[in-house]
């Protein structure tokens, strides 16, 4: 019985940690979604996003499909040539991840 009951804990910390991290892994794809949702809706070129962000162009791209996780600075940057507060992003990116459950 003991061995039945430490190995369904085992397996429930196991769940509450992959769903966190699952759960955060999407929120970032989503902040990330919404940014470049946001570009397009200026009708702006990563070019003239990485511009402005100080960024290469090769930077922007990477990071809208999602083949480089960006810092915070990074958000931040991209963030600030758009013109948008990323803390509502990510609030945003939050509700809609959650949203979807």
């Not at 804990?9 to 509450?16: F, K, T």
């Amino acid at each position: 019985m003991t061995i039945v009951i430490s190995t369904v804990n085992l397996i429930s910390l196991y769940a509450l940690f992959v769903s966190k991290d699952r759960l955060r892994e999407s929120v970032a794809l989503e902040v990330v979604r919404l940014l470049r949702c946001e570009r397009e809706k200026q009708a702006l070129s990563m070019n003239v996003v990485a511009e402005r962000a100080g960024l290469s162009q090769s930077m922007v791209s990477l990071v809208e499909r999602d083949l480089r996780n960006p810092t915070l600075d990074v958000l931040l940057r991209i963030g600030d040539a758009l013109s948008v507060e990323i803390g509502a992003i990510i609030t945003r990116a939050q509700h809609n991840i959650t949203s979807r459950k």
